[in-house]
Each structure stands twice: as C-alpha cells, then as structure tokens.
C-alpha cells in the first residue's frame, strides 16, 4: 500500500529553527509537494521537489531523497503565524497525489 | 484576483436531502479536484477532471455525483445526504498533472448533516 509517515505534531520555540521529518512509499514517485495547512483554512503551497536535494524558499527549505523515501520541510527563524499543520504529499506513478493527515506544529513563544 | 471560489461556505442538511456545492476559478487551468478533509486525516479525493466535459472517480466517489460542463466550474452533488458526509469540502484546480501541478484551493465548504 501506499503510506505517508510524519510525526504528528511537534513543538518548536519562537526564533528557533524545527525540520519536520517525512518517510513514504508509495507506487512510483513523480514528485513530493508539502502544504501548509493553518486550523480552518485550506492548504496553501509550500515548496515542491522532484529531483534529489535541498530547495530553498525563503525561511522555509525541503530536501527529497528518492532512494531513502524521505523528505523533510526546514523552518527557519520561527514565528507565531507558522503554527500550523505541514503535509508531506507525495505523487504516484499515476500522478495520483497522497494525502496524509500531517504534522500540527505548535509555535511557543 | 479570485483565484477558486467555492459556494456555499456553510450549509446544514437533513438526511436525504440533495444539494449542490460551486468551485469556480479564473485560471483558466484544466483540472479540477473534489476533496473531504473529516479531523485527523488527510484530504480524500472524491472526484477529479481532467478537462472541460470530463469527470473521474477518486477515492471515496460514492454518494457523490459531479459535472463539468464549463471548464470554470466543477460541481459536486449530493442527491440523498447521510450524517457520514458531514465534512469539510475542499475544491482545487491545477494547470498541470504531470509537472509541478500544485493545486490552488477554495476556501472549503462545511458541511453537516443531521
């Protein structure tokens, strides 16, 4: 089957810098986007990696290793407003897109 | 810049009644995607197109019915609603399924049914 695995939620200090860590099998792979999803909103894009390595954006980094099925999203210089949660989705053979529930990052002051 | 517009926001059903959730978007982009998000889990995928005239099923389409008939809207029916599709709605369209397609959402849709 195919799965998505994240922790299910972290706690980072204002300022500081939190990676949230994701692992996923699925039937091919043809791409890994992560969403930021904030409590009763939509998710809105974040960051998309298809080939091995790190992509920078601003104060937030995503890393894809395709051999391991790993990526991570690193937050840098955290503020309130990133409290959230992060969906690592990775994308099948078929393009099919793969949704898990996330990781609800809790931002302390 | 309107971007994927849903309608309505909010609605209250009781069991067996029909209605009909609205995306709409401006991009001009080709696919269109229904979604549930119920607490705790990831987003279902209910149905999708592919462009204007076509539909597909996704991974929960029953109790669901959809159609596109202009390539700007993408309609979800409900025809008889049960208490199981309390949810929230999600709609979303992408320029692209192959490539860095990343999906632009509506703003979602609540649902609840009694």
């Known amino acids: 089957g195919q799965n998505i695995d994240q922790p299910t939620e972290m706690t980072a200090t204002e300022g500081a810098i939190v990676q949230i860590n994701c692992t996923y099998q699925?039937?091919?792979?043809?791409?890994l986007f992560w969403y930021q999803q904030h409590a009763g909103e939509a998710p809105t894009f974040l960051s998309y990696?298809?080939l091995d390595g790190l992509e920078e954006k601003g104060r937030f980094s995503s890393f894809l290793s395709r051999s391991k099925g790993y990526s991570y999203l690193l937050l840098k210089e955290l503020q309130m407003k990133d409290s959230a949660s992060y969906l690592c989705?990775?994308?099948?053979?078929?393009?099919?897109?793969?949704w898990g529930a996330g990781t609800k990052l809790i931002i302390k002051p | 810049n309107a971007g994927v517009t849903q309608t309505p926001k909010f609605r209250v059903l009781k069991t067996g009644q029909s209605m009909t959730l609205l995306c709409a978007q401006d991009?001009?982009?080709?696919?269109m995607y229904w979604y549930r998000q119920d607490p705790g889990m990831g987003l279902r995928l209910i149905h999708y197109s592919v462009g204007e005239g076509t539909t597909a099923k996704g991974e929960v389409p029953d109790g669901y019915n959809v159609s596109r008939l202009k390539k700007q809207n993408f309609l979800l029916g409900l025809e008889s609603a049960a208490p199981s599709q309390t949810s929230v709605y999600f709609c979303?369209?992408?320029?692209?399924?192959?490539?860095?397609?990343?999906?632009?959402f509506g703003e979602g849709s609540r649902l609840t049914v009694l």
């Open positions: 991009m001009n982009h080709e696919y």
């Open positions: 699925t039937s091919g792979f043809n791409g």
């Open positions: 989705v990775p994308k099948d053979s078929n393009y099919q897109l793969i």
């Open positions: 979303a369209s992408s320029y692209s399924h192959a490539e860095s397609g990343e999906l632009f």
């Open positions: 990696n298809v």
